[in-house]
């Protein structure tokens, strides 16, 4: 896809289709339609009146212009109420609007972004606007081999204006938005390949890919590296496949050598079976899904490189199979794990928390500003919060707040959970240092509380990303399937790190 800044007046811009947004409450002629003269304001104006278009939240209609303006289709975009607009909505209006170009067999479709009376900058509606309209056409159709010519695809979206003090601010944000965008499809992409082409080594060749940027290196240890170093929890999970385990280390140099970095570790279960402790055969197709974490980890330190920022990230994606094979981990097991704290396996479908508690363990060597891990690690976090929100844990307040307020500005929101010690009883074994479940009660505590043992007394945020992950039907901007989420909540996250060097 090709973003295109062009400088003209909508109302002489020739497009195939130029997008406008109405709010509910809109008295007309208002928003972008001032700029395109009485003739297409009557239009929208007849619309509106006959009920085929109230400027709904998400609703679009579809207008053609018949020569009063070069542009050939007016698609309208609507907000909901005037009162109720936030960038979230925004980025749902255009993904809608670039749907609905799609539908129709366009090839491109042109923008104007009016912030009359919107309480919005110009940078925040173009950035919010082209997200959304990029995130909203993702398609994954790389096995598609039957009538591939009917896919439909958009292939440039060009932003209009006149003023050139707003064409610089809206360059600024194409390049920000266009950089995310593309992180979020390259970890839609790994997420949704099927765990046949995406093993523990494919995602190593992946992140070799990253790792061609500058300022970013990649080491890859394979199982006898990992063996010499302890990392028995990690090789455990691991044993019951005979695709080899992978721990992937990213790092982004932005800032000065010494300067500590933040390090994002991601959960890379490339197929989890649930191990002897085997899941239903239910959607275990969705399985593929569970290295949603570590796709999160290698689209952010994509996007950190690519924005150039002025920070040190490391990326950390301990990758393995969880399957139940012959030599397969079982339950009773007993692991020493990279921290040399010992692990009774109670269940082998609780097998995230295993690989995580070395990659956590292998973060402090870093000696990091702060932990952030990303894992779909409890199906109880998606019973209890549902497929809109992360769960969030962890030890340090300032971290929390950092995370929640980036999650406010992205709209991939987080909820708190509580780690107070009483749950930290429940994961202490009879036999061992800890077990690797405290039951299903507080799963998703419990879950985090265990990782908590790994982690040193570095500032760490753990986030379970079960729910939103991967989703059944789709949202505004999210085609049902891989969300890629967590990529645009780190890099907004790692953005804000430093607010007088990164980009606002």
Not at 174 to 183: N, R
Not at 205 to 230: F, N, T
């Amino acid at each position: 896809m090709k973003i295109e800044i062009k400088k003209g007046k909508p109302a002489e811009y020739p497009a195939e289709a130029i997008v406008l947004t109405r709010f509910e409450d809109s008295e007309a002629p208002a928003g972008a339609t001032r700029f395109l003269g009485a003739t297409i304001g009557a239009l929208i104006d007849d619309v509106v009146k006959n009920g085929d278009f109230q400027g709904k939240l998400y609703q679009t209609a579809v207008l053609y212009t018949r020569d009063p303006i070069p542009a050939r289709r007016v698609i309208l975009a609507g907000l909901g109420p005037k009162k109720d607009l936030d960038m979230e909505k925004l980025r749902g209006a255009y993904a809608g609007a670039a749907r609905q170009a799609r539908a129709l067999g366009l090839k491109e479709i042109t923008l104007f972004l009016d912030v009359h009376d919107t309480g919005q900058t110009i940078r925040q509606m173009t950035e919010a606007a082209l997200e959304g309209a990029i995130l909203g056409i993702y398609q994954f159709t790389p096995y598609k081999t039957l009538e591939r010519e009917k896919i439909k695809i958009i292939e440039r979206i060009t932003v209009v204006d006149d003023k050139d003090d707003a064409l610089k601010e809206i360059r600024a944000a194409a390049k920000t938005a266009e950089v995310v965008a593309h992180a979020v499809y390259f970890a839609r992409d790994l997420v949704s390949t099927p765990g046949n082409d995406m093993t523990p080594s494919d995602m190593a060749q992946a992140a070799r890919r990253i790792a061609e940027r500058k300022r970013v290196s990649v080491k890859v240890l394979d199982v006898a590296q990992m063996k010499k170093l302890g990392m028995h929890a990690l090789l455990g999970v691991a044993r019951g496949s005979d695709e080899p385990a992978k721990f992937i280390i990213l790092e982004y140099r932005g800032a000065k050598r010494g300067e500590s970095p933040i390090v994002l570790v991601g959960k890379g279960l490339t197929f989890d079976s649930g191990g002897i402790s085997i899941k239903p055969s239910e959607n275990m197709e969705e399985m593929k899904s569970d290295m949603a974490g570590g796709a999160a980890v290698m689209g952010a330190i994509m996007a950190a490189a690519d924005l150039q920022l002025p920070l040190n990230v490391v990326g950390l994606v301990p990758a393995t199979e969880n399957l139940p094979g012959g030599n397969a981990l079982k339950p009773g097991d007993i692991l020493k794990s990279f921290s040399g704290q010992t692990i009774e396996v109670v269940n082998t479908d609780a097998e995230g928390r295993l690989i995580l508690a070395d990659a956590l363990t292998y973060a402090q060597r870093f000696q990091p500003a702060a932990v952030i891990d990303l894992a779909t690690l409890t199906g109880a976090c998606k019973i209890a919060l549902g497929d809109h929100v992360i769960g969030m844990l962890g030890n340090d307040g300032s971290l929390k707040e950092k995370i929640r307020t980036a999650g406010e500005r992205t709209g991939e929101r987080v909820w708190e959970l509580p780690l107070w010690e009483d749950y930290h009883e429940l994961i202490k074994s009879d036999v061992a240092d800890f077990k690797n479940t405290g039951g299903r009660a507080g799963g998703v505590i419990t879950a985090a509380a265990f990782l908590s043992k790994f982690v040193g007394a570095c500032p760490w945020v753990h986030l379970d990303i079960a729910g939103p992950a991967w989703l059944a039907k789709d949202k505004p901007y999210a085609p049902k399937g891989a969300t890629g989420i967590g990529v645009r909540l780190l890099v907004q996250c790692l953005r804000d790190w430093k607010r007088d060097a990164a980009p606002a």
